[in-house]
């Protein structure tokens, strides 16, 4: 006797009882995120738009020559995203505000790896070649990386690059935070270094916010009241202060829930004891039953006059 | 070949004043010229040394200042009759090792600053507080209390680098007067190209550009743009080329590659 309609609902409700109930149930989503990053406040009231931060970056993580010259300001013109033979990148946008001198008031924006406290990327890479250090890095390591481009689907940045051009050793490309030059060397990160106004500031990440807040506070009229990155997914070791709101400078409006809490929330729900296996290859197997006996009802009526 | 002579070194000299336009008598000296005696020729200003010296010091860190507004702080100096008149240095050289340990890009920045104590009048737009040290003076320098950057006791105190060019800056935008760019205040330090050049002992012209063009690409694709190149029209008022109707580097230069 096979699976009839009434059945068949009785086991689909069944079952959808048992995953409404096991995600109740699975362990809460734990943030881990380390306790006391490191990171860079971006004050973009400060930012020249002098490129010199493309420029050290370059240098420091010894990536290819630019196509066009660091001291090449036309770049500005088009909006740009770091890429596979660029970590940051400077953006211009303006306001329509005109200074004393009739200029465009421009807004300079860099753009890097925000280093997520719980970044989306590592949560996707299968392969652990994404890690978020102690110190609030997130880390690439090549030798594990097997080239999925996970990462690029799950950062909500839209920052790691792929370097297709480059087909037997391709690499996934993002600001490493200069992770060596902070940890082992003692320095500061190529961009916070070389920076003529200061408009990056280098430090603990708790110091940042208590710095942000202050300069907020100290001329509330220079400043949007948003540090963006201090939320946002969860917080970012990168984070900035500007005088524009931050949607007019290309900055994404994200939830403040950590990315990796949903999509790991439903991951581990779905695999706890390995019961979502098991109820649907329990259902195919009925579903397969069910339909071999119809199947063989039906050949046996039609034997002799079908074929 | 005669005409193109002075044709590669006008090109040559574009080309580089392109580029390098912070320091083109420099480059241009070592590529193009045969060396006219670039050394000899050097003015130093009486107070150079002494403003080398100046800035070579690293003076103590002063850890605390006096917290007053910045009327408070004029009002004080005017009460105590400090002025303009009153500055020990007019040249000040701002190379301070502070900054050099991190960075050799630029060349110093030579501050004229009784030019800008004249200018200003006013003491405390630049010396803005003083140390708490009632021994102190009343005006240090910027390196005295500005040093190196991000120091966790002091997150709002800025570095050295960052303080000079917020300030000067800053100021130069407000007054809408003084460079805001980078070569406006610093000499480029432009590489020695004597190891750069790769020429055969006596090259052709053709041969002298496309050296040029080999890392300079940029200055050529201008060139390219420029009325130099694309000037087609009469040139009356050109010593032999005044029957001519078409001029310009593309229609007749030997080398216009």
């Not at chain 1, 030798?143 to 050793?169: D, L, Q, S």
């Not at chain 1, 320095?187 to 003529?196: F, S, V």
């Not at chain 2, 005017?78 to 002025?83: H, I, K, P, V």
């Not at chain 2, 041969?207 to 060139?223: F, I, N, W, Y």
């Amino acid at each position: 006797m096979g699976l009839n309609r009434r059945d068949f609902f009785k086991y689909v409700t069944v079952a959808g009882a048992a995953v409404a109930g096991s995600g109740q149930s699975a362990q809460a989503w734990q943030s881990r995120a380390p306790s006391d990053p490191v990171g860079s406040l971006v004050d973009l009231t400060r930012c020249i738009g002098c490129r010199k931060c493309e420029e050290a970056c370059n240098r420091v993580n010894d990536l290819p020559a630019p196509d066009q010259s660091f001291e090449d300001y036309t770049v500005l013109n088009r909006k740009r995203r770091p890429d596979e033979r660029a970590y940051t990148v400077i953006n211009r946008y303006t306001s329509g505000m005109i200074d004393e001198r009739d200029q465009l008031v421009p807004t300079f924006v860099k753009l890097q790896c925000m280093h997520c406290q719980d970044p989306a990327c590592v949560s996707a890479c299968i392969a652990a070649a994404l890690t978020k250090k102690e110190n609030g890095t997130v880390h690439y390591d090549v030798t594990k990386c097997i080239g999925c481009r996970y990462c690029m689907v799950a950062c909500p940045f839209e920052i790691p690059a792929y370097e297709y051009h480059n087909p037997i050793t391709p690499k996934v490309m993002k600001c490493t935070f200069c992770y060596e030059r902070v940890q082992s060397q003692n320095k500061l990160p190529g961009c916070a270094e070389i920076c003529p106004v200061e408009a990056i500031t280098f430090g603990r990440r708790s110091d940042l916010l208590k710095v942000a807040h202050d300069r907020i506070k100290s001329n509330p009229g220079r400043y949007v009241d948003h540090v963006y990155g201090e939320r946002e997914v969860g917080g970012t070791s990168w984070m900035y202060l500007s005088a524009v709101p931050f949607e007019k400078l290309g900055f994404n409006t994200l939830p403040e829930q950590p990315i990796p809490r949903l999509s790991e929330t439903i991951q581990h729900s779905l695999f706890s004891y390995m019961w979502s296996p098991i109820v649907l290859f329990g259902m195919i197997g009925g579903v397969m039953w069910a339909s071999k006996d119809k199947s063989d009802r039906v050949e046996n009526g039609k034997k002799g006059g079908a074929s | 070949m005669i005409r193109t002579g002075p044709v590669i070194i006008g090109f040559m000299m574009f080309a580089l004043v392109g580029f390098c336009w912070c320091g083109p008598a420099l480059a241009a000296a070592d590529v193009t010229a045969p060396k006219p005696s670039v050394e000899k020729v050097v003015w130093t200003a009486p107070d150079q040394e002494a403003a080398k010296k100046r800035a070579a010091q690293v003076v103590p860190f002063v850890e605390a200042v006096m917290d007053e507004c910045r009327l408070c702080r004029q009002q004080r100096l005017r009460d105590m009759g400090l002025n303009v008149k009153d500055q020990t240095e007019s040249y000040y050289l701002l190379n301070s090792p502070i900054i050099r340990k991190t960075e050799d890009h630029y060349g110093p920045v030579r501050f004229m600053h009784a030019k800008h104590a004249g200018v200003t009048k006013d003491c405390a737009l630049c010396h803005h507080y003083r140390p708490v040290d009632d021994t102190a003076m009343e005006t240090t320098r910027c390196s005295a209390c500005h040093q190196k950057p991000f120091q966790k006791d002091h997150p709002e105190r800025l570095g050295l680098k960052a303080a000079y060019h917020q300030q000067c800056m800053g100021c130069h935008k407000e007054m809408n007067n003084g460079p805001i760019d980078c070569a406006g205040c610093h000499r480029k330090n432009v590489p020695d190209h004597k190891d750069k050049i790769n020429l055969a002992a006596n090259p052709e012209p053709s041969q002298v550009t496309s050296e040029c063009l080999r890392c300079h690409k940029p200055a050529g694709e201008d060139m390219l743009k420029s009325a130099h190149w694309l000037w087609k029209g009469p040139s009356p008022y050109t010593l032999k080329h005044r029957k001519e109707v078409e001029l310009g580097k593309a229609t007749i230069a030997t080398n216009n590659f």
